[in-house]
C-alpha cells in the first residue's frame, strides 16, 4: 500500500508540475511539485528520512498559510481559468496544503520497520 500510494502521488505531483507551464510564475510552482513528485519516489525507494519528510511538511505548511488568500472566495472547480486572485490564491494554498498532507503521510509511513 506505501509503495502505491508514493507512485500514485508521486506521478500525481509530476502531472501538477507538467500543468504549471502555462501559468503566470511556472519557474516557482513547477520545481514546488518537482520536489514533491521527488520526495514521493524517495519514499518508495526508501531512500528518505523521516525527518526530511518533516521538515518538508513543515515548509508546506507554512507556504500554504502564508499564500491563504485575504478573503476567501472558494475554489471555483467548475472553471479552468482565474475569476479573481483570491480563488487563484486559494487554489495555491489548497494545493500547498495537499503536499503537506502527503509529506506528513511519508514521514509517518519512513518511521515504520520494513516488512517483508
Known amino acids: 500500500m506505501r509503495k502505491t500510494l508514493s507512485i500514485i502521488f508521486g506521478l500525481l505531483f509530476i502531472l501538477f508540475a507538467a ?12 520545481p514546488i511539485y518537482g520536489l514533491a513528485a521527488a520526495a514521493c519516489f524517495m519514499a518508495y525507494a526508501r531512500v528518505g528520512q523521516w525527518w526530511f519528510f ?55 509511513w519512513s518511521r515504520q520497520p520494513i516488512r517483508r
Open 19 to 30: 500543468v504549471q507551464y502555462n501559468d503566470p510564475d511556472p519557474e516557482i510552482w513547477i
Open 54 to 108: 518533516t521538515v518538508l511538511a513543515f515548509i508546506y505548511v507554512v507556504a500554504a498559510i502564508y499564500q491563504w488568500p485575504p478573503k476567501f472566495e472558494g475554489f471555483l472547480f467548475s472553471e479552468v481559468g482565474m475569476r479573481s486572485m483570491n480563488i487563484e490564491m486559494a487554489r495555491e494554498a489548497g494545493g500547498l496544503a495537499m503536499v503537506a498532507a502527503v509529506m506528513v503521510l511519508l514521514a509517518i
